[in-house]
């Protein structure tokens, strides 16, 4: 089904080569086979970003490509919620949208995010 909703977007509007195709997934229904299989059809970006840690809730999300983060950082991140064992878990990068309060904070030098390289570290 993925392959043909992709497939139908790249004939009617000609997505570029290259283009970010995100896909968002429940930790608990996919493996490595699904995820090597959305690759291999373009998906080339997971999101992340921790929305609470409270045990009771079980749920967690995480957004990487935080400004002045680092792989460590994520790293360091990423291991806290091992011992509760959430029954969810989501992953989102930080996007930045105008009009937002990191819009109006992101300006070059001032605000430093990971460039692409090291947000794609984060993913990894």
């Known amino acids: ?6 497939d139908t977007f790249r ?8 283009a970010e195709i995100s896909m968002e997934m429940d930790p608990g229904t996919f493996d490595d086979g699904k995820v090597e299989d959305l690759v291999g059809l373009g998906v080339n970006r997971v999101s992340l970003g921790l929305q609470a840690c409270q045990e ?8 990487s490509s935080l400004p002045h983060q680092t792989p460590q950082m994520w ?40 460039c692409e390289t090291q947000s794609a570290e984060f993913i990894e």
């Open 1 to 6: 089904m993925v392959s043909s909703i992709l």
């Open 11 to 18: 004939v009617k509007f000609g997505v570029c080569e290259g």
């Open 56 to 63: 009771e809730i079980g749920v967690l999300i995480f957004i």
């Open 75 to 114: 790293e360091e991140s990423l291991r806290l919620p091992i011992e509760p064992r959430p029954r969810h878990v989501s992953v989102y990068d930080l996007r930045v949208e105008q009009g937002t309060e990191f819009g109006v904070l992101d300006t070059p030098g001032d605000f430093p995010l990971p």
